[in-house]
């Protein structure tokens, strides 16, 4: 399974309201010049997360956007499914052969694990400065 630009970009959207949780809402414009990235691209991103429910949009001169849950509540689970789909590293899981559908399975249950168990708050306090052994994924 691969993540596009997609699934990583809304992730850093979501982690950076996450940081500015109860300070008011946060333009795109912010996000996209702090991050480095399009602002137009992650106009086309916020749009599915609205949708969703995962966050709330504020118009006037001091607008932006706000997670609608608190950062603890929300998962990167969340985040990715609503801007990949579902999660799952082979298509057609159910037409292999035993043993490998159990492998796929597997992989993909050790995924949603990862994701499901992973909130906004838990990215959003990561301290760039900690070594990197917490933790170690290999897929």
Known sequence: MKISTK????LTIMIELAKKHGEGPTSLKTI???NDLSEHYLEQLIAPLRNAGLVKSIRGAYGGYILTNTPSKITAGDVIRVLEGPIAPVEGIEDEEPAKRELWIRIRDAIKDVLDNTTLEDLANHSNDETPEGYMFYI
């Not at 699934?7 to 809304?10: A, I, Q, S």
């Open 7 to 10: 699934g990583r970009y809304g």
């Open 32 to 34: 996209a010049q702090a």
